[in-house]
């Protein structure tokens, strides 16, 4: 048996097929098997998008110092972040 080379999808990539997979799911008119076939595929796409954004939100904790911080749903004002020293 040939050993599959597939590249791992980008998280949009991913993020749309899954979409398409719950979609197709939805509509109930797959077979059991091919149910049984999107429902694994679902599971990868999940898995392949939960990895990606662990390794996006390590990024930004490094970026951040290693503190997350709270994000406001209103308007950031050059006031409202923190001074650097230089300044």
């Known amino acids: 048996m040939a050993a599959k080379s597939q590249k791992t999808p980008s998280f949009e990539l991913a993020l749309a097929e899954l979409e398409q997979v719950v979609a197709d799911m939805e509509m109930g008119?797959?077979?059991?098997?091919?149910?049984?076939?999107?429902?694994?595929?679902?599971?990868?796409?999940?898995?392949?998008?939960?990895?990606?954004?662990?390794?996006?939100?390590?990024?930004?904790?490094?970026?951040?110092?290693?503190?997350?911080?709270?994000?406001?749903?209103?308007?950031?004002?050059?006031?409202d972040l923190p001074m650097r020293e230089n300044e």
Request: hydrophobic share 30%.
């Open 29 to 79: 008119k797959l077979s059991l098997e091919e149910t049984l076939t999107a429902y694994r595929r679902g599971t990868e796409l999940l898995n392949i998008c939960r990895s990606r954004l662990e390794d996006v939100q390590q990024q930004v904790r490094i970026l951040e110092g290693g503190t997350l911080q709270t994000f406001s749903n209103g308007p950031v004002f050059p006031s």
